[in-house]
């Protein structure tokens, strides 16, 4: 017979195993959330109505989905278009969308709903940031509730490509008007709460139609002074930083087990861009001159700490059809003096290089106004902050130059329309961009890009200086994050933590 005494002290140490136990199991369960680190705070949160990268970077493949998805490897892959038929004159694409699908506002995704969405972004008055990929468009039928057939007015190489860009993603009917502040979209996640100047937070969708994420909640924290993002991943105040802004530190996160460095490739041309419709810049024989003046080795050193990549023109090394064009300009001052001479331009000329707030911008802003002083040019430099930077330069065009990545994947379309920020008017581009636009076969298209890299880098539109790398920075642990950048986005629904 058991003594009272004995069985309590029997249930009291059978209590500890399974209170043991259960500690154990709770700490070996992987986190079910991560914090993630931005440059830069959207100016809101809908790629549909803004150019601006850090939109994408937040709400695309996470909130909002289109009818085909850019992989991590560049690749189209269907999204809430399951499949899709081409007809024989590649004008006609008929898509099957997935059923069962809803938006997280309960409403029903449905050919009515993509057909809206692509009637909304190529309309007179449309928004769209990337209006041009809707342009040949002709028209857009719904066929069913799950069939939606779209015709072109001619065949578009990058069709399925271009449908797959943040710009194309599928906002809620019914929230449209509310899109910037409360976006509602059919992705794995839902957007949470804004808090402005800090953080974003998406949580888990319960609904979502395909495989659920591990994740129950991501928060995004904006942290762009290299310092502050420093002492966050070191402290472990955020778990990922995607694009970390602090080349010169990478070193001491690789010596530390806790972290994982991974430096990989963007489609960001990091240019000095010029303002083509202002004088002296109208002169392409300045505009050579700045070309001639500027010392990539010495901007990539200085303020990439030698991790970047050179290039001559509007097209990154990685992609096909790549052509190098670094030689085209050589450093030489002496050059840079005799254009600007021919031209016409006293020295001691006045330029204002507006500089929005990454890093890359404002050290490699200081290095290039140094470099133009010594041909006779005086850049004066003025700091911007990104909404203002948004407002200003790329909206109403009052600047000289501006240094900027350019991360949109092949985007030589941005040279063919007359109201972009560059002011670049040349009707042979347009002719020459309107042709590869229209041209399917690969060889061809390849053989064309040769020639827009080619017509853009000796009419030195801008300066190219070089592609930003992808220098990412995680906790150790963390699965799934992309190691490339083909899109500007923070692709999360295949990231995890090791078990």
């Known amino acids: 017979m058991i003594s009272s005494f004995a069985l309590t002290r029997r249930i009291f140490l059978a209590a500890s195993v399974a209170v043991a136990a259960l500690a154990g199991a709770a700490e070996a369960a992987p986190r079910k959330d991560i914090s993630v680190g931005l440059r830069l705070e959207p100016p809101h949160l809908d790629p549909t109505g803004g150019a601006a990268a850090a939109i994408g970077e937040v709400v695309y493949a996470n909130v909002y989905e289109g009818l085909t998805r850019i992989d991590r490897a560049g690749q189209v892959k269907p999204a809430l278009a399951e499949r899709w038929d081409i007809s024989a004159d590649g004008k006609t694409y008929t898509f099957t969308l997935r059923k069962g699908v809803t938006f997280h506002d309960g409403s029903a995704f449905d050919a009515a709903a993509a057909k809206g969405a692509l009637d909304r972004a190529r309309a007179a008055d449309s928004t769209n940031p990337q209006k041009g990929l809707f342009e040949p468009i002709d028209s857009v039928e719904v066929v069913d509730p799950a069939t939606l057939k779209v015709t072109l007015k001619r065949p578009t190489g990058l069709f399925l490509f271009n449908m797959g860009w943040p710009a194309a993603v599928i906002i809620a009917p019914g929230a449209v008007a509310d899109a910037k502040t409360k976006p509602v979209g059919t992705g794995p996640f839902r957007f949470d709460a804004w808090a402005k100047g800090a953080s974003l937070t998406l949580v888990r969708n319960p609904t979502y139609w395909g495989t659920a994420p591990r994740l129950d909640k991501v928060t995004f924290k904006i942290i762009g002074d290299a310092a502050a993002a420093f002492a966050a991943v070191m402290s472990g105040d955020l778990d990922a930083y995607p694009l970390y802004p602090a080349p010169e530190?990478?070193?001491?996160?690789?010596?530390?087990?806790?972290?994982?460095?991974?430096?990989?490739?963007t489609e960001g041309e990091t240019i000095l861009a010029m303002n083509n419709g202002r004088k002296p810049l109208d002169d392409v024989r300045v505009r050579r001159a700045i070309n001639h003046a500027v010392d990539r080795k010495a901007i990539i050193d200085g303020a990439m700490f030698g991790g970047a990549k050179p290039i001559g023109s509007h097209f990154p090394p990685t992609s096909a059809g790549y052509v190098d064009l670094?030689?085209?300009?050589?450093?030489?001052?002496?050059?840079?003096?005799?254009l600007l001479k021919e031209a016409g331009v006293a020295p001691g000329t006045k330029l204002r290089l507006v500089l929005p707030p990454p890093d890359y911008a404002r050290r490699s802003g200081e290095i290039i106004a140094s470099q133009l002083k010594k041909v006779g040019l005086e850049a004066e430099i003025v700091p911007m902050e990104w909404a203002q930077w948004l407002s200003?330069?790329?909206k109403q065009r009052n600047y000289d130059m501006t240094i900027i990545a350019h991360v949109e994947p092949l985007d030589l379309d941005?040279?063919?329309?007359d109201d972009y920020y560059f002011d670049y008017k040349s009707p042979a581009y347009k002719a020459l961009y309107t042709e590869l636009a229209g041209t399917v076969d690969q060889s061809k298209r390849l053989e064309l890009y040769g020639k827009a890299q080619r017509m853009l880098a000796e009419d030195a539109v801008n300066a190219w200086l070089f592609v930003l790398?992808?220098?990412?920075?995680?906790?150790?642990?963390?699965?799934?994050?992309?190691?490339?950048?083909?899109?500007?986005?923070n692709d999360l629904t295949e990231v995890s933590w090791d078990e």
């Open 249 to 265: 530190q990478l070193d001491q996160f690789r010596a530390d087990p806790r972290f994982k460095v991974v430096v990989g490739n």
């Open 392 to 394: 200003d330069v790329f």
């Open 414 to 417: 941005i040279f063919a329309r």
């Open 469 to 489: 790398p992808k220098n990412g920075v995680w906790n150790a642990k963390v699965k799934g994050l992309w190691e490339n950048a083909p899109i500007p986005v």
């Open 326 to 338: 670094t030689g085209l300009y050589p450093f030489d001052p002496a050059k840079a003096q005799a």
